[in-house]
């Protein structure tokens, strides 16, 4: 069988990996580099590849580290750095860590009764399975009475706000079960970044047979007694390819524009009705760090202008950026928010006078701006009937794309997961 996967990132390296033993496969990817939102670029006198948004896996996820060991790929390694949660009073900017028990009981924000009650709560998200009860009702519903309204607004609230925005309180209780019951404090990262286990994977999948072709833009699917798929390429052109069966990784809105004509519109209705934020990623190059020990900064200050603030660099040693200091500055924004529009340095002046209230006289010498279209999906009530699943109503036409990862988060974790799975369905 010649199968076609449309779609560079973890999901379809994986996928065609697992395909390539049984059958003929072509992957096309619309970029030039392979790697999806893994992928990474290099500035200058840098080592180390860095990923366009902030990556890492957590130490149970087992399918991306497995995998990575079943391929012969070594580079992955284990730290534990420090995550925290940023507030602000009256201009006086803290930091307070929640990573263990201990943590969670010296936090000076909430009372006694009130810490042991929530921790009473994430001992039990963290030790219960999924329990249908999480999908009728919100997270909001959920920890406001759970843990209370005080908890929520202290604790919750701001969280949910900076990563949802305006759908904050829609959010399924299934999503703050699955960040419980999948957090760890040891996270896993890759000698090289992530682009060097992209690029082991490339190679592997050239020597069993895979055809690769990059900067390949899918024009539309069609299908008569096969699959005919167009494409066209800088070097070559308007090209067309026929196939017994088609495996789209590529974000739903995307697939359907591809591919709906060869839909019911019942179904296409139905993806439609998936609701998403946009990812707008600045990071800075520093000599000097914004935080001294702090990796992972969740932002709990109503005024903070982000989601959340990644020192990359009080993870991975700075030697790897020619010495220089890493931060992501990350934002989950609606279509028209004016992030998505700004220049570069209009989205820098945006950010950058918050991060001086933080630490007086901060300052950056370089700047790299990434955008991320339907980089995350609104898990809302309606969420759970209108996600897609690996077999389309039409007969070989497979879907297998990270809204598909729900409750968990994305992340790299789930894009292997997803390429197996896909490779079992289709074999």
């Given amino acids: 069988m010649k199968i076609v996967i449309l779609g560079g990132g973890l999901t379809g390296l994986t996928a065609a990996y697992e395909l390539s033993s049984k059958h003929e496969v072509v992957l096309l990817e619309k970029e030039n580099m392979l790697g999806g939102l893994a992928s990474g670029f290099k500035g200058g006198g840098w080592n180390w590849f860095l990923e366009r948004t902030y990556h890492h896996v957590f130490s149970n996820d087992t399918d991306i580290l497995g995998f990575a060991k079943k391929v012969g790929f070594t580079g992955f390694f284990t730290k534990s750095p420090q995550t925290v949660s940023l507030y602000n009073d009256k201009n006086n900017y803290r930091t307070f860590s929640v990573d263990t028990p201990q943590d969670f009981l010296r936090f000076p924000l909430l ?35 759970s843990m209370g309204e005080r908890v929520w607004s202290v604790l919750w609230e701001e969280l949910f706000r900076k990563k949802f925005g305006k759908n904050a309180e829609n959010i399924l209780a299934s999503f ?3 960040r419980i019951k999948k957090r760890t404090k040891n996270l896993c990262y890759v000698e090289g970044g992530f682009q060097a286990f992209v690029e082991f994977l490339r190679k592997k999948n050239i020597e069993r047979g895979v055809v690769i072709k990059t900067g390949s833009t899918i024009h539309k699917i069609h299908k008569s007694t096969k699959f005919e798929v167009s494409f066209s390429s800088r070097e070559k052109g308007e090209e067309r390819g026929s196939f017994d069966a088609v495996l789209s990784t590529l974000p739903t809105p995307v697939f359907l524009n591809i591919s709906r004509h060869q839909l019911p519109d019942n179904y296409v209705r139905r993806l439609a009705g998936i609701t998403y934020l946009h990812a707008v990623s600045l990071i800075l190059e520093a000599e000097r760090p914004l935080f001294d020990t702090e990796y992972w900064v969740s932002m709990c200050d109503k005024k903070a202008p982000m989601m959340v603030l990644v020192q990359h660099t009080n993870f991975i040693d700075k030697k790897n950026y020619n010495n220089h200091h890493i931060l992501y500055i990350a934002n989950y924004v609606e279509e028209e928010n004016p992030l998505l529009q700004m220049t570069q340095k209009e989205v820098e002046d ?9 630490k007086a006289g901060f300052s950056f010498s370089n700047s790299f701006l990434f955008r991320a279209p339907f980089a995350q999906p609104i898990y809302n009530r309606e969420f759970p009937k209108n996600m897609p699943t690996l077999e389309t109503p039409v007969k070989n036409l497979f879907i297998a794309n990270l809204d598909m990862t729900y409750p968990f988060d994305r992340g790299t974790n789930y894009a292997v997961q997803l390429g197996k799975k896909a490779a079992s369905c289709m074999v």
Avoid: D, N
């Fill in 176 to 178: 703050i079960w699955a």
């Fill in 350 to 358: 945006y950010h950058v006078p918050y991060l001086q209230k933080i």
């Fill in 111 to 145: 009372s006694i009764p009130e810490k042991i009650r929530s921790g009473a709560v994430l001992a039990f998200l963290k030790l219960s399975p999924a329990l249908s009860s999480f999908e009728r009702q919100t997270a909001a519903e959920f920890l406001k009475k």
